[in-house]
């Protein structure tokens, strides 16, 4: 059955029916990302929250991580609303935050879907045990494919890829149910060994690998034109891995592909901020991942002083003050998501029963 699908809202109803301007009800969201801190063990050179060209993580202090009292108090309320899963993401490593375990295992047992992107340095111990036994997947970002490699990408020592590897092969051994999966972020300087990274992460047995191209750029067509002297390439690689590697228990998604040159959108009200939002590690609740510590356009307000639970309940009108046709004009995760809502919500009800 598929992991990726555009279509997984299609499955919670009673959220779609709440989503417009005109809708009285306001639901919980489904999943929410967390940004426990904004600190790395890692620096990598094209990190999309330190790369002054890309307005994703704009306005981040590397200071900022959520207080342990506060992240208490948003996990209770979490369970408490019912939200169904939380996925750990960066601002900085989400292992580096120190009461991570702790986190999911509440969550978890409050009946929460936990996940955690990670760069896997850290991923050992009792986290690791956390989220082998209770996690819904964890996926571990890469890039390099040895030792020197990874310590130039990353500005980390030769020995961390050798460890990362470790305790990939380690997690799997732990037996539990978690779907350990790989990002493997494709630029000009790895791109001759897209193949030989996935037979090698195959061999330590990750579950699958979802290769995709770095952003280095707001722009669309700046982005294609990084690309274009490796494009070729690289997809003649993702191609053949995809023959030579896909089997049953190793799944490969390609997603190595051009970006669309404008990213315009036609729609004037964002449904997936009420679907995904993201509290960041300043106490701030964004809009969505793309619009994550962008102070001037994608703060829905802080919850420094108000629970996460009344912030969200109160004051539906906050939802709707990013227009996204004239403030989303740069890369949008969600946008094809976004499109099919509202498509499904302009359906005309008198002609609905003409299936
Ligand atoms: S970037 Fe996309 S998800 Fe974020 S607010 Fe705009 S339309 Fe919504």
Redesign the pocket.
Same mark, same amino acid.
Do not use: E, R, T
């Given at each position: 059955m598929q992991l990726y699908t555009n279509l997984k809202i299609f499955h919670y109803q009673h959220k779609l029916d709440s989503l417009p301007p005109e809708s009285e009800r306001t639901e919980a969201p489904l999943h929410i990302r967390i940004k426990p801190t904004n600190a790395c063990n890692h620096s990598c050179s094209y990190c999309a929250y330190r790369n002054p060209n890309l307005q994703l993580g704009q306005d981040m202090s590397i200071a900022d991580r959520i207080p342990a009292t506060k992240m208490k108090e948003i996990v209770d309320d979490c369970i408490d609303m019912d939200v169904k899963a939380v996925t750990f993401s960066g601002g900085g490593e989400p292992l580096c935050y120190p009461q991570l375990a702790t986190t999911a295992r509440t969550l978890a047992e409050g009946g929460v879907s936990i996940a955690t992107l990670t760069n896997g340095g850290l991923l050992h111990g009792e986290v690791a045990e956390v989220f082998s036994s209770m996690g819904t997947w964890i996926r571990i970002s890469m890039d390099g494919w040895d030792g020197p490699s990874y310590s130039r990408f990353r500005s980390v020592d030769e020995n961390e890829f050798s460890k990362i590897m470790n305790n990939i092969e380690n997690f799997k051994k732990l037996n539990g149910k978690c779907f350990l999966g790989i990002s493997y972020v494709i630029n000009r300087d790895n791109a001759d060994h897209v193949f030989e990274m996935g037979q090698k992460l195959k061999d330590v047995g990750v579950d699958s690998i979802k290769f995709s191209g770095c952003v280095v750029s707001n722009d669309g067509h700046e982005n294609n034109r990084y690309h274009a002297p490796v494009f070729g390439r690289i997809k003649e690689q993702t191609q053949r891995a995809k023959e030579e590697l896909q089997s049953d228990g190793f799944e490969i998604f390609d997603a190595y592909h051009e970006l669309d040159e404008k990213f315009d959108?036609s729609y004037q009200w964002?449904p997936?901020?009420q679907i995904l939002p993201i509290i960041a590690a300043d106490q701030r609740v964004y +809009?969505?991942q793309?619009?994550a510590y962008n102070l001037d356009c994608?703060v829905l307000g802080s919850i420094k002083d108000v629970r996460f639970k009344d912030f969200w309940f109160n004051n539906r009108d906050k939802f709707f003050k990013?227009n996204?046709s004239k403030?989303?004009n740069?890369h949008?995760? +969600?946008?094809n998501k976004?499109m099919l809502i509202h498509d499904y919500l302009n359906a005309n009800p008198d002609h609905l029963p003409f299936v």
């Open positions: 959108k964002c997936y901020q +809009s969505c793309d619009k994608g990013i996204p403030d989303c740069h949008c995760v +969600s946008n976004n």
